[in-house]
């Protein structure tokens, strides 16, 4: 036997003029969420941690999302280092790559004792991402790679960039550098006013060679310029912390438009955002699509803490170690000779130069 339900029907309610009001604002504050949800579309498409439009020749931004976010900068830095360079020493100043430069990580181009030129350093350092060219140009312009960081973060501050500071000159991983995708973007378009830099982020591929005559052909890691001829070049980045980078100028008629990524998933993501971005840039100019700025609380919470600049790694306490039972110190001491931490050491490092998992491989 089926049941029957007898629904009512709803009684008539008297709202009084104070009421009204209140569901009105009711709705039209709805109707405002879901307008907001829906502008926010195009940042759920940006899966990148922070991303930013900029217009060359005015600096004007033209889409944002996290554009002042604390991030890694990976081998983007290079840039920076480039631009030390050419202020500050000939581009036919011969350098011996040392020791240090050519054990620096395993991204390199060079071997301990060769003699190169500064000009061949930039493009190795910029083409090939190589980090001991980087590493080499820094002793030779500061003697030290210590010393050139304080001209880095010079140029930084007469910049502008209030929102980066460097503590190495290759962008290999380490606590307080960080740069943000407006300061990045901002450094580009600095960068873009050295003609020579600006020629080395355009070449796809080149043949460099030694004093000694050793030949070396590295290929840009800017997949962009094979893909799309409006692109002028840029400067890639990918660290395990920093994820994949990267910042690039697009060129068409009269108008130039900067793009640049921190943070993105995976490689594929970078290039297909970073187009994405560049089109909605130009559409922006073209009076079709309105600025717009975003910003994702989440990303904020997990940003790495910008160090001041008069801080020093010196400074920071040592933690305390742990008491350790005898048993486990005796396996420690045994695993230690059989060298597995230093299999682990070297993992690690490998891991920053970008091959199994996470260093910068530019």
């Known amino acids: 036997m089926k049941k029957e339900f007898y629904v009512h029907p709803p009684r008539r309610t008297k709202f009084k003029m104070s009421e009204r009001k209140a569901l009105v604002i009711v709705l039209f504050l709805f109707t405002a969420v879901c307008g907001l949800l829906s502008d926010t579309v195009y940042a759920d498409e940006i899966r990148s941690r922070a991303a930013i ?26 840039l920076m280092t480039a631009m030390v360079v050419l202020d500050r020493i000939p581009l036919g100043s011969a350098v011996v790559i040392s020791e240090g430069a050519a054990t ?3 991204i390199r181009a060079f071997r301990a004792g060769e003699t190169v030129t500064v000009e061949t350093l ?3 350092a910029l083409i090939k991402s190589a980090n001991d060219a980087a590493f080499a140009l820094a002793e030779a312009v500061a003697g030290t790679e210590e010393k050139f960081v304080e001209l880095m973060n010079q140029k930084v501050i007469a910049l502008g960039m209030e929102d980066t500071r460097f503590i190495n000159a290759t962008g290999l991983p380490g606590y307080g550098q960080h740069t943000t995708a407006y300061d990045l973007a901002r450094m580009l378009r600095h960068a873009l006013r050295y003609p020579l830099i600006k020629e080395i982020i355009n070449t796809k591929a080149s043949r460099i060679s030694t004093e000694e005559g050793r ?5 840009n890691s800017n997949r962009l310029l094979w893909e799309d001829e409006s692109v002028l070049g840029g400067k890639t980045g990918y660290t395990r912390e920093a994820k994949h980078c990267l910042v690039c100028a697009s060129g ?9 990524i921190l943070g993105a998933p995976s490689r594929e993501k970078l290039w297909r955002e970073s187009e994405a971005l560049l089109e909605k840039g130009y559409k ?3 009076g079709t699509e309105e600025p717009v700025m975003h910003f994702t609380r989440a990303d904020y919470k997990t940003s790495v803490q910008p160090a001041s600049y008069s801080e020093r790694i010196s400074e920071v306490k040592e933690v305390p170690h742990k008491k350790t039972h005898k048993k ?8 230690a000779k059989s060298g597995r931490y230093t299999k682990k050491y070297k993992s690690d490092h490998a891991y920053e130069d970008g091959k199994q998992s996470g260093g910068d491989k530019g």
């Not at 030949?215 to 290929?219: D, V, Y």
């Not at 068409?252 to 640049?260: H, L």
């Not at 486990?328 to 695993?335: E, F, H, I, L, Q």
């Open 53 to 78: 439009v900029m217009e060359a020749s005015t600096g004007r931004i033209l889409y944002g999302k996290n554009p002042n976010l604390p991030l890694p900068p990976a081998s983007t830095t290079k």
């Open 215 to 219: 030949a070396i052909f590295i290929r």
């Open 252 to 260: 068409q008629g009269n108008e130039t438009v900067i793009a640049a």
């Open 122 to 124: 930039l493009n190795a």
């Open 104 to 106: 620096i990580s395993r």
């Open 328 to 335: 486990m110190a005796k396996k420690k001491t045994k695993s």
């Open 284 to 286: 922006i100019l073209q």
